[in-house]
């Protein structure tokens, strides 16, 4: 080795037993509480924002969902200006008493645990799950032993509990016109779901304000047996059930295309036109 050479040194140099490891590994447990707070704040915010699983504590949507189902919502469309749409299944705040008198029951520190980082829902939150079946400005109806009607469009309703009709005399109503802001809301078990029908007399009338609307949900994630998706029924893409609210898209556009056409005609003219000879 020459004078003023400074020797190279590698891991290989570390003097056996110099305790590197020992360090690396006593600094994963510093990290870990670290790790787990992350862990945490990120499933919090997923329940906030975008995901939260619910459990389902009645028959009041039987045959779609049973007893003990879990369900994830969709919670971050309604974050972008998204309303229901009609044929989707609804987690919703309780909109005036419909639960009243339901009991609250208590949960043990696990649960408590497990409902704040969105694992389970909160025993605190009497939120409803029911299937959309009109939105602002629908009419909808249902008289003894005949159909929905939504826009005088009979539905086809395939997913109600075997054995239920879709309305029996001491449910009939209407025709009624859904006001702004609001959904008329059903349970698939139309005999044992105390849904939008029986709370005509409340102060929003049986109506749903759009406002309490928690999200939709989309998949039935527990038990594993039970796993699938939540679609829109084919019956609410007929024609004419969506013929209340079809011409505002239509009017949206138009109104938005004729400001961009007029600017493009205007930049038309003053464009020079290049003559080629014939």
């Not at 110099?18 to 704040?41: C, D, H, M, N, V």
């Not at 009991?103 to 299937?131: A, C, H, W, Y």
Request: charged share 25%; aromatic share 6%.
């Amino acid at each position: 080795m020459t004078d003023g050479a400074v020797p190279a040194t590698g891991d290989d140099d570390a003097p056996e037993g110099s305790g590197t490891g020992q360090k690396q590994q006593r600094s994963f447990w510093k990290e870990l509480p670290l790790l787990i707070g992350i862990a945490l704040l990120l499933a919090l915010l997923i329940k906030t924002f975008l995901v939260q699983a619910f459990s389902i504590p009645s028959d009041s949507m039987m045959n779609t969902l049973q007893r003990g189902d879990r369900v994830l919502v969709d919670k971050l469309s309604p974050w972008f200006g998204s309303e229901p749409e009609r044929g989707e299944v609804v987690v919703f705040h309780d909109p005036g008493g419909w639960l009243e008198g339901e009991p609250t029951p208590e949960p043990n520190v696990l649960q408590e645990v497990l409902s704040f980082i969105g694992l389970m829902p909160s025993s605190e939150e009497k939120d409803l799950i029911k299937r959309t079946i009109a939105v602002a400005g629908d009419t909808v109806e249902c008289k003894k032993d005949g159909p929905l009607k939504v826009n005088g469009k009979p539905l086809d309703e395939p997913y109600i509990h075997p054995g239920s009709t879709p309305c029996d005399e001491q449910s009939s109503f209407g025709p009624l016109t859904v006001p702004k802001d609001r959904i008329w809301v059903m349970g698939d078990n139309r005999q044992n779901s105390q849904d939008s029908r029986y709370h005509m007399e409340d102060v929003n009338g049986g109506f749903v304000p759009v406002e309490k609307v928690v999200g939709r949900a989309v998949v039935v994630a527990w038990p594993l047996n039970r796993w699938s998706t939540l679609p829109v029924p084919d019956t609410f893409e007929q024609p004419g059930v969506a013929a209340a609210l079809s011409s505002a898209p239509a009017a949206l556009g138009l109104a938005g295309a004729v400001p961009i056409v007029l600017w493009r005609r205007r930049r038309q003219d003053r464009t020079p036109q290049v003559r080629t000879a014939g």
